[in-house]
């Protein structure tokens, strides 16, 4: 039992560290206060530039954040049309992950000084997308969600409106999470008349030769599944047994290591910067979904166990997997990923590329650092020099 807690424990880390909101050390619980100003007046305005926030309601009745920049420092002194981009963050995090770093750092501002018209997302369960149009996070049902549904709610639903609201295709940006959820819906055919062309930052596609023998011990021992069927429908990293767990280990271990035996040694965050912890409640739905990719090393839908169950849902005794060969040939696909990765593993992201290898070579761009660990793709105080700028550069073709 005392195996199972611990490697639970550890699991617990690996995708908190997973969210791009992980950095120097960890903080499990923020205050109600710390949500009672938008994000565009926490993090944006404070930094001199114009800021919008928006609501968007999915399809299953999720009320959903979305922050935007619509001008650089410079206002709107930039020439031409500003292309819209869309900014997905990662898992148990928020779209502060695009705006921790200084304005010279942070892709979020750096597109919005480059031209483009920024959108940052926030997915169903953060803390600033936390309304539904009849439930609320208090009632299990709230939680009654994977992965799945944010690709075939929260990702149209945002798009949807970016698009209405521009009348133009967008450019994505996903890290992480972010990026799995634009392949099961590219796979799936979903957003593509809206799309442009999509970065993806460390991606997260196939998970099942992910290095860490610790992490691939945790999903084999993760305990979701009993607290699921118990009814413990949220994960909340600041609440609640988790929050016992975590301090009652990290009072004896250094959690501040665990960061980069977690996510990889990662090269190149300023730990001179403020903490910013914006660690974010998932569902534990999400959880085990993401445990089952580990373990049996597939993308597919939530498996629900059973043949019976299975068959209820999807009509099938298995879950329907996402096909990446599907995704359509033609697609601007831009890639970066790290060799110091033990999330987004070199050898999970071959698996990815080796997918992909009808696809038109004029439209697929790899970027590989051989330095970069998970978390450098979007705190990295060079990321701008060796990721971003081709980034953007790729945007411009696109």
Not at 145 to 160: G, I, K, N, T
Not at 310 to 319: A, D, E, I, L, S
Request: hydrophobic share 40%; net charge negative; aromatic share 10%.
């Amino acid at each position: 039992m005392v195996i199972k807690t611990i490697t639970s424990l550890i699991f617990l880390l690996l995708f908190i560290a997973l969210a791009a909101g992980a950095r120097t050390k960890l903080k499990w619980s923020l205050e109600a206060s710390d949500y009672a100003d938008g994000i565009c007046k926490l993090m944006v305005e404070t930094q001199g530039y114009s800021c919008e926030e928006h609501k968007v309601t999915t399809k299953d009745g999720y009320i959903l954040s979305i922050q935007r920049i619509p001008t650089g420092r410079s206002g709107g002194k930039t020439k031409g049309a500003k292309p819209p981009v869309l900014l997905q963050h990662g898992l148990m995090s928020n779209a502060i992950t695009w705006l921790s770093n200084s304005p010279d750092e942070s892709l979020g501002f750096i597109l919005a000084d480059n031209g483009f018209d920024v959108w940052l997302a926030n997915v169903r369960g953060t803390n600033y997308s936390s309304g539904h149009t009849s439930l609320s996070p208090d009632d299990p049902e709230y939680w009654n969600w994977s992965w799945d549904e944010r690709v075939a709610y929260d990702l149209p639903a945002l798009f949807q409106y970016v698009y209405d609201q521009t009348g133009e295709k967008l450019h994505y940006v996903g890290h992480s999470l972010g990026t799995l959820m634009a392949f099961g819906a590219f796979s799936r055919k979903e957003v593509l008349n809206m799309v442009r062309s999509a970065a993806l930052l460390s991606p997260i596609a196939y998970m099942g030769q992910m290095p860490s023998p610790l992490a691939r011990a945790a999903a084999d021992a993760f305990i979701a599944e009993d607290l699921y069927w118990l009814g413990l429908k949220e994960f909340a990293p600041g609440g609640g047994a988790a929050s016992k767990l975590v301090d009652e280990v990290c009072s004896k271990i250094d959690c501040t290591n665990l960061e980069s035996v977690i996510t990889g040694p990662n090269c190149c965050m300023n730990s001179s910067k403020a903490n910013l912890d914006h660690q974010q409640p998932t569902a534990t739905k999400n959880m085990i979904h993401l445990a089952q990719m580990i373990r049996q090393g597939t993308i597919a839908m939530f498996d629900y166990g059973n043949e019976d169950d299975n068959n209820k849902h999807y009509g099938q005794p298995n879950p329907p997997e996402y096909n990446m060969t599907s995704i359509p040939n033609d697609l601007p696909l831009f890639l970066s990923y790290g060799g110091k990765d033990l999330l987004s593993d070199v050898k999970d992201v071959q698996t990815l590329i080796d997918t992909l290898s009808d696809h038109d070579p004029d439209k697929l761009v790899l970027l590989y650092r051989d330095d970069y660990a998970h978390l450098d793709f979007v705190y990295g105080v060079n990321a701008k020099q060796v990721v971003y700028n081709p980034l953007m550069a790729f945007f411009h073709l696109n």
